[in-house]
């Protein structure tokens, strides 16, 4: 199923030799960014062939008016969708009158290269064009770690083969469009355009929002013998630069743009400070920028890098996932959060799911600095009063919050109604999110000032949507769609009932906490959100004391949900593979009565509550629930590497973790060209960290139980927790744990107590059986 | 919540006074159609207002692309629609310069009549235009009933207040458009235009499918002092007439147009036939052609009226359902059927649903001639390949057959997963359709030739659709949407575990009748069909015999579906009246949770089934299921009238006829514009017929037990049942049974077997208490 045409390597992917059919893939495999923009690996010259031509610039939306078949109260006009942007890699190259364009020409040597270590992407061939002329390219780009308004590209050509004329023109084209347009419409006016000899300017502006957008382009080049035009058009400027060569002269073109919107700057400062971008970068110089920017990735790697020895594409994969991550949010910026595609594809809007709360903050808490969770906790408290908005629509009163579905400004952006207005579970995530945060930071200033009016909404909501059921004599929870997308509007789903009462009570325990640590501020909040803490509360707690929660006695299993048990009971190896996946094959009614399952789901909530269960539980719970599930979503795998690890499944874990990690380099979708799978590369690094590295934290502290793959000699990984920073490495024979922290460190490595003093490390021996 | 702007009057609507805010709800009330073809209320003169153009040529659709929020496996690419065709009404009037519209001019005396009794739309006015000109005008139109490819417009004016010119421009136009096409597209090409002295002609070609329709224009006028011009342009043609009028002279114009389609003439004769046509009207003029129109509607209102006397509102009321039923649907061609709009309209695309054969039959079989409900039957004969390609495309396999939701020619035209996919008891009303046809007409002929290959493609679908749980040890049908659309995806719905019964049970005795009755055409259809007797029926068997049914205990009552009794239980009163309707105020989700009914459920299948119930059980499930029915389907009143007469509650019975019959008429759904509920109305035919008359068949026999609403003196009804044909009329005192038969009447009124000779009547005491 996979599709392999990428080499090896511990620091970089390495595309050899130019086939148009990858070339799409690739476009999302080599994509670069720095939290503030994106850049798919399009072709800075011109090109003919099949490609997604994506440059992204975060924050930046257009509300898309809804497609639907049939309406439904509730659902939003508009959603609001990240854009691709102008075009400001542009370097088209004309030689001796003919354009360079890969899908016409042929070509030698083609390499690309994404050096992560460095955050660079780069590319050299030799072309032969139809004339004849025969040139060798090499180019290097990167968006500045340092300066994160600036792009970069050096642009080399040596003419091979004879001595006479190319013509660069180097531009920024405003004329853009998206393919994820619901009804073609193009989303950018240009405002102001300007070329002049050594530059030009474009302000760019997004229809409806009026986001405004300020492009400034500086180049330089390694030859005096040169004739520049400026030219610009209406949607596009740029300079036409006329150079006369020698054969085996190599020409080099710098060029150097300023990218600056409006979230940053007020309108009318736009095109000057795009100027002054392009021109600090032009004047410090692409080395000069580019080594800032490498130290920067460097500094990176010391917190996030994940080392595994013996096994190189297992290696590859995980540092992919890494890089990618820290490509796609840097958490400088509160406004700003994480795609399911990142930067490097049109689908899902560039919007905000669950992702973000399940999957990528606990890469952020143990990799980052504290600040960049928080940064992403306190866009979720910014948008508080648009849940409660959106929950009023749905019917809720008195404050109660939900959270949407999939946003980037608070608002709904998605509209099916079993996933919109059903797949409720969200708000789970949003809360323990919170929660997970502060048993790593201790940060409970966070909880004061901004969580506890999150978790209060979020428990009113939950308080509201259960019903008492007048049979069970217990609350119940009606028509949800679980983590498991492939039940809808189903009765009692577990995990969604689990969250639910999760939510009301640490609510509950955090209303009492800050009521004691900071009773100034809880009366603002109880004045703010006219909460009344004694009756509600006691209302959450006859919740939470009183759930149901469907059970098989027999198997000893929680139900997924009411009448799981109903359905044929097979296995998906009982799915012929020509029928894989089933959501390709199948039609919706016949996939949701099987009792197929499309990601963790049971699982999901026995990996968040952990604690709660022994190793027996757990592993009746996986087998049963595993080979039921057929994994059509990428955030499934991981949580099952982790279980599986748990309940020393060694081999079953190491399968799981291959799915995961090479999920994009490897194409195991066949949908890569349409970008990669951001959020669920954080799974692949807790699939390390938790799964082989058994990585929790209990009651306040830190516990590793790790295990290791046998395919691997060595893994390592740095974590953060609470003020210790330190290194875990894990051989066939023992864990050491070497402390980055100018305090003592505690942590419980296979329940027995380690102390790390400053600077020092200690050495634990492997204890593979700890779980079997 | 209604809005009643029309005169009551036992044989006609009537509207006076001209207020362009009812316009659109009046096009829709005073249609007119005949089977072949219909025609909304538009004027035929220009109108500037709001309005929805509606021709609809019954057969020619146009498969319009999907639109669609969230692609499914299994929907449709496209989806057939009923579509707005040429303009043939058309009549401009130009006076002294200036054209006459209502939407400009003041008008004085304006009356709107539909005259249901004879089958014409009549409407006259006084308007003062612009430039002070007073003219008169009354015109008259009908769809001809006896040269079905005829329409025929009366236009009269007079000046009332100069002497001058009027121009009448009588055109057809081609360039029309669709109000509901999914993308603005426009389905007609016009292929050919021609105009002469006398008459104009077109024709027209849908797009895609190439259906094609000749139109020929004929006119005369009572005036020799004319000029006449010809005119044709791309799409339009027709005549411009100057007439140089005296003041108080009445000018009448007839136009006799000629329509004829692809689906009964070849291509090439198209022009030729519908000039044919226009010319046969025009010399049997208009007069003599509205005589045999009249005729045939008498005949018509001989078997189908209901007469009630001392009740107009009511009288009007069932009148206008009947009238509509008949220009809808003439039965003689069974390509044909019925959508929920009729011709009345472009919502539902004059599709096709489970209305048909649950709501139109019972109506056609009592009170048309037997050809009428055999050639509704055959229609879903005809399509019952694509039936079993349907089911392929779901994953059924051995020619299971779905029916599909929503269709014209055999495929589904709907999308929405949770009633294209999962509303499959649709299915067992088609069956069912077969069984209450064969039992009122003993036409076991049918059952050979067509009726067996249709129950043996449905019960193998059902038998494949249901699986074992073992949890319960029976089996069991999972997520279904019942005919409650307001849940979807559930598990067990009662109504369609007991249609998937039924449907197997008479698949199997249907399968022994035709082995016995006719062996040849057994063995054909076993061969045809691949059918294994002996094993699929003993398959069939054991899931009849072991097929779950929801059913609570303690209230012993048929559960809607599981987990019915976890929800809230309110009832509809519990609502404010400001939520009503709850589809209007409500998100999805919130409606799908809560415990209310959109209309019949658990109840449509004690109405289906009810001689297997006795009156208290009915009882019961009554009291506990309409009170939590909203009735938000025009569908739903009527199942309760019949029930609620049933159990000898008349008051509700008369509440809830009254919300069916005049449904239209008052709009209370205010959606009337969109078209008329032509579907439901024949579930006010049943509502007095099966609720006030009683009328049901058991065991072979024709079974009346009358009740009488205290606001009415009498009421009357003619039914056919085999070879009889009566009279029942109802007053406060006695039930008069009337024979129209040549042959002796047997029939039980009260259980009392009452015999009745040929042109004779009996007369039994009312029993008003018979049920109490």
């Known amino acids: 199923m996979t599709r392999q045409y990428l080499k090896f390597d511990e620091w970089k992917v390495i595309e ?35 490609t997604l031509q994506g440059s992204y610039i975060a924050g930046i939306y257009y509300p898309d ?93 040596t003419p091979l083969n004879f001595s006479g004329n190319i013509v660069f023109d180097a531009y920024i084209d405003g004329d853009v469009k998206n393919e994820d347009s619901n009804y073609n419409e193009k989303f950018w006016n240009i405002l102001e355009t300007s070329a002049g000899q050594s530059g030009a300017a ?82 410090k110089g692409f080395e000069a920028m580019l080594k800032a920017h490498v130290n920067h990735w460097a500094n990176i790697w010391i917190h996030s890098d994940i080392k595994i020895e013996g096994d190189v594409a297992a290696q590859q994969g995980i540092r992919f996932n890494i890089f990618h991550l820290n490509q796609t949010y840097t958490g400088d910026d509160e406004r700003l959060n ?70 980037i400004n608070g608002e709904e952006c998605h509209n099916e109604w079993e996933i919109t207005f059903e797949e409720i579970h969200r708000n789970g995530a949003i809360a323990f999110a919170i929660f997970n945060y502060i048993r790593h930071t201790e940060d409970y200033a966070y909880l004061e000032e901004y969580g506890l009016e999150v978790l209060i909404g979020i428990a009113r909501f939950w308080a509201q949507r259960v019903n008492w059921s007048v049979e069970k004599k217990k609350f119940v929870i009606l028509g949800v769609t679980g983590p498991n997308e492939y039940e809808n509007n189903v009765n009692n789903n577990w995990y969604t009932n689990k ?26 909040i109880i004045d703010k959100t006219n909460f009344d803490a004694a009756s509600e509360t006691a209302e959450w707690k006859n919740i939470v004391d009183n759930m149901y929660f469907p059970y098989n006695e027999e198997l000893q299993v929680f139900m997924q949900q009411d009448g799981y048990m109903d359905k044929l009971q097979l296995t998906a190896s009982d799915i012929p593979l020509a029928e894989r996946p089933i959501n390709q094959h199948w039609s919706w009614d016949r996939i949701l009565r099987s009792c197929f399952i499309k990601q963790a789901d049971t699982l999901q909530g026995i990996y968040v509550f952990e604690d709660e269960y022994d190793t027996e539980t757990i592993r009746r719970h996986f087998n049963f629930y595993e080979p039921r599930t057929v994994h059509e979503s990428s955030l499934s795998p991981c949580v099952h590497t982790i279980l599986a690890a748990r309940i020393a499944k060694l081999d079953k874990a190491y399968e799981m973790y291959l799915r995961t990690s090479r999920l994009d380099l490897d194409d195991y979708n066949r949908e890569v060209h349409e970008g990669l799978h951001i959020t669920s590369m954080a799974g692949t690094w807790m699939s390390i960290v938790e799964g082989f590295g058994g990585k929790r934290v209990q009651n306040g502290n830190l516990l590793v139980n790790p295990i290791i793959p046998v395919q691997w000699n060595s893994y390592s990984f740095r974590i953060r927790f609470k003020e210790s920073d330190m290194e875990i490495r894990v051989t066939q024979k023992e864990v050491s744990i070497s402390s980055h922290s100018d305090k003592t460190i505690e942590l419980y490595v296979y329940s027995e107590k380690v102390v790390v003093k400053p600077g020092e490390s200690k050495v634990v021996a492997l204890k593979p059986d700890y779980y079997a």
């Not at 036409?240 to 020698?246: D, G, L, P, R």
């Not at 606990?362 to 908005?389: C, D, G």
């Open 65 to 157: 008016k809804t497609r639907v078949g049939w309406w439904k109260n509730g659902y939003p006009e508009y959603f609001a969708k990240v854009i691709n942007s102008p075009n400001w890699i542009g370097i088209n190259v004309e030689v001796e009158g003919e354009q360079l364009d890969l899908a016409v020409c042929s070509t030698e040597d083609f390499v690309r290269v994404l050096d992560m270590q460095q955050g660079t992407l780069s590319r050299s061939f030799v072309a032969t064009l139809g004339n004849g002329k025969k040139i060798k390219v090499s180019t290097t780009r990167f968006l500045s770690m340092t300066e994160p308004d600036c792009g970069l590209i050096r642009y080399s050509v």
């Open 499 to 524: 969250m639910a009462v999760w939510c009301m009570k640490y609510a509950a325990e955090s209303v009492e906490r800050v009521k004691n640590s900071n009773p100034a501020r809880y009366k603002e």
């Open 338 to 407: 994480i795609g399911p595609k990142g930067f490097t594809g049109e689908k899902y809007g560039g919007t905000t799911y669950w992702d973000t709360e399940a999957y990528c903050i606990p890469f952020f808490i143990a990799t980052a600095p504290t600040s960049v969770t928080r940064n992403l906790l306190i866009y979720r408290y910014k948008h508080l009063q648009k849940a409660i908005e959106n929950a009023q629509k749905l019917g809720f009163t008195n404050g109660a919050a939900l959270y949407p579905m999939v946003t």
């Open 202 to 283: 474009l302000l760019a502006q997004t229809k409806k929002l009026d986001f405004r957008v300020g492009y400034a382009m500086r180049w330089d080049i390694n030859t005096k013998d040169i004739q520049v035009l400026a030219k610009h058009a209406t949607k596009r400027v740029g300079n036409q630069i006329k150079v006369s060569v020698k054969q085996d002269q190599e020409i080099v073109l710098h060029k150097y743009v300023g990218i600056v919107s409006s979230l940053n700057h007020p309108y009318e400062a736009l095109l000057q400070k795009a100027a002054e971008k392009a021109e600090y970068a032009k004047q």
């Open 16 to 50: 050899e030799g130019f086939d148009p059919k990858h070339h799409k893939a690739s476009e999302s495999i080599f994509s670069l960014g720095n939290g503030r923009m994106g850049q798919r690996a399009n072709f800075e010259e011109q090109y003919g062939g099949s």
